[in-house]
């Protein structure tokens, strides 16, 4: 993949623009490349996003829900981009898993023994992302 077309993706990731990242995919040479590599940016911000808020000693569980809830409405959107245009179906298919229990996770409430964290492991997102990052990256 062109190392401009990488760049750009992750900034539009980055910034969560959903419109500008399907923008990059349909201009690119290779818009499935593209897509793998979205697919893979989107993985890496979500587990960031986990990795910073089990950091930190207070953990601000209203901006780890809201990213979890970007990053999954980015997710389903690029699963159903990558479904419309036919692209690598068992990618697609966790990337809509990754959607799924991104909105799981953001929209529980924390209480006795349900924390985000505890959510977030039962929605099996690790699993998913490490799937994700080892399909979508041909870097």
């Known amino acids: 993949m062109i190392e ?3 760049t750009a993706i ?3 990731v980055a910034q969560q623009s959903a419109g500008k990242v399907r923008e990059i995919i349909e ?3 290779s818009p499935e490349d593209a897509w793998k590599k979205s697919c893979y940016e989107v993985a890496i911000k979500v587990r960031t996003s986990y990795k910073q808020n ?3 000693e207070m953990a601000d569980d209203e901006q780890f829900s809201r990213d979890l809830e970007n990053f999954g409405n980015m997710a389903r959107e690029l699963a159903v981009y990558g479904d419309i245009k036919g692209f ?5 298919g966790k990337v809509e898993e990754l959607a799924e229990g991104c909105a799981n996770t953001a929209r529980s409430k924390s ?5 985000l964290k505890s959510k977030y492991q039962d ?3 690790p699993s998913i992302l490490e799937y994700i990052i ?6």
Do not use: M, P, W
């Open 4 to 6: 401009s077309v990488a």
């Open 88 to 92: 690598d179906e068992e990618l697609q």
């Open 111 to 115: 209480g006795i023994g349900n924390t």
């Open 134 to 139: 080892e399909n979508s990256n041909d870097e």
């Open 54 to 56: 089990q950091e930190v």
């Open 27 to 29: 201009q690119s040479e």
């Open 10 to 12: 992750a900034s539009a």
């Open 123 to 125: 929605e099996d997102i």
